[in-house]
């Protein structure tokens, strides 16, 4: 049996450097793997963090489930709250993913489809009838957030606006410094927070109109076999919101973004889209653009989650000492799954986008963009069809060309997205 290894460190013990580094450099856990190994240790802002890469170190991680348990930053966890099943663990935790994955079943993602047409056309007719560029990263937020606010929760007008505001100031303070002095981004998320909670719990007791999908938690909630309050299911819903917006928007912002600045991939995608019928029927939508019929798109999205992950890691913290890729990690410490060097960590062209490696199986590496073990995401199977469907359903109508001389360079945090907020017209 190979020898057991202790865990290397940075030797970092405020973490104040660190925590800077890590915000400023995309290459932040890459350069320490490279001196390190990995699986290392060090601090952000006082909190020990261990970092880990590579198919050994997150097998090893994620096939223990009961030494492990969920952990989220201090700023997320007050933002999400105590009920939050994302700040769950345990049978607390599996009662409440069993009742909003009925928001997600493939009868729920045939209900939802023709809204996300809906959205899609709109958004082609708008790009259409534009008098001048239109910044494309925008609208796919505004999408994303709109298939979980009307598609999902059945909000419309003046309800959804209201919302989006809110929300936006919630966001922002997500990855913040946790202190609510007044005045600052999180003293306001706070107060935003306890707004949105009070407008979804409205939302909850109204009737359902065949609006959205809510009526579906019924279900859930009869199989979890304990009462949920109004606040509890609120708290989920305001997750469902946090988690299905800015990634599903990034991921959509950096698959157009690889196409605009590409045109010879551009062809190639289309050729395949071609052949793909618009718009699918309900019962279509959730087979038709599937990776049998439509390989290319899936190994073009399975590129953009490789090449620029919308979430760049996930945590567990440990409840045990652990083994991870030969490395003793003791117990009660955060680790951090390290999505992004994990993605470019092997042989080969791993710094170039090139989404044929998906079709040559020339990627040998276990790609995880959604996670893993008992916590993989639950929106999963609604941001894929998302997003397939956004490609095709957008390229069917228009060709779209990049505006020139604007910064199409990525910001990385909260999720990679076009610094200039990619400026596009509808050519011809
Ligand atoms: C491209 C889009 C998306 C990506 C890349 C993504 C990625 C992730 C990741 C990495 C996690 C953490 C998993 C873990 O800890 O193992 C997660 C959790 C989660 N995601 Fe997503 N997600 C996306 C879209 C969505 C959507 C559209 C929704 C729902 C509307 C959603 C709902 C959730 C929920 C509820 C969790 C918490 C699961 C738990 O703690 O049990 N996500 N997601």
């Known amino acids: ?171 922002k303070a997500l990855f913040s410094i946790p202190i609510a002095l007044p005045g600052s981004p999180f003293a306001k998320a706070l107060k935003a927070r306890k707004r949105l909670l009070k407008k979804l719990q409205v939302i909850l007791r109204q009737p359902n109109n065949g609006k959205g999908g809510l009526d579906l938690l019924a279900e859930g909630l009869d199989e979890a076999g304990i009462p949920f309050t109004d606040e509890d299911l609120g708290e989920q819903l305001l997750l469902l919101l946090f988690a299905g917006y800015e990634t599903t928007a990034s991921a959509l912002s950096c698959l157009m973004r690889e196409l605009l600045l590409n045109p010879q991939m551009e062809t190639w995608i289309r050729e395949e889209i071609d052949t793909l019928n618009w718009p699918p029927t309900p019962a279509q939508a959730t087979m038709v653009y599937e990776p049998a019929n439509a390989p290319r798109l899936d190994a073009l999205v399975k590129e953009v989650m490789r090449f620029t992950p919308p979430v760049g890691g996930f945590f567990r913290r440990t409840k045990q000492s652990l083994v991870l890729d030969g490395i003793v990690v003791p117990n009660n410490r955060v680790v951090q799954v390290a999505l992004i060097a994990s993605n470019r960590h092997g042989i080969g062209d791993l710094d170039i986008f090139r989404p044929q490696r998906h079709l040559e199986n020339e990627c040998s590496l276990s790609l995880m963009p959604f996670g893993g073990g008992e916590r993989i995401c639950l929106g999963k199977s609604l941001a894929e069809l998302e997003i397939r469907m956004m490609v095709i359903g957008l390229f069917r109508k228009l060709q779209l060309e990049a505006i020139p001389d604007q910064d199409f360079s990525l910001r990385q945090i909260p999720s990679p997205s076009p610094r200039d907020g990619l400026l596009v017209k509808v050519k011809g």
């Open 1 to 171: 049996m190979a020898k057991l290894r202790p865990l290397p460190t940075t030797g970092a013990v405020t973490g104040i450097f660190e925590a800077l580094a890590f915000f400023r450099d995309p290459s932040f856990a890459k350069r320490r793997f490279t001196r390190l190994g990995n699986v290392f240790e060090t601090s952000m802002l006082g909190q020990p963090m261990v970092f880990i890469q590579g198919d050994q170190a997150i097998a090893d991680l994620l096939c223990q489930p009961d030494k492990i348990e969920g952990w989220w930053p201090e700023s997320v966890q007050q933002l999400l709250g105590s009920r939050s099943l994302a700040n769950r663990n345990g049978a607390a935790h599996k009662a409440r993913r069993r009742v909003v994955a009925q928001l997600f079943s493939s009868a729920a993602l045939q209900r939802y489809s023709p809204g996300i047409v809906n959205l899609i056309d709109e958004l082609s007719e708008e790009l259409k009838t534009a008098k001048g560029p239109l910044p494309l990263t925008e609208k796919m937020r505004r999408f994303a957030f709109s298939v979980i606010a009307t598609t999902v929760l059945g909000l419309e007008g003046n309800d959804r606006d209201k919302l989006f505001s809110d929300f936006e100031i919630w966001t």
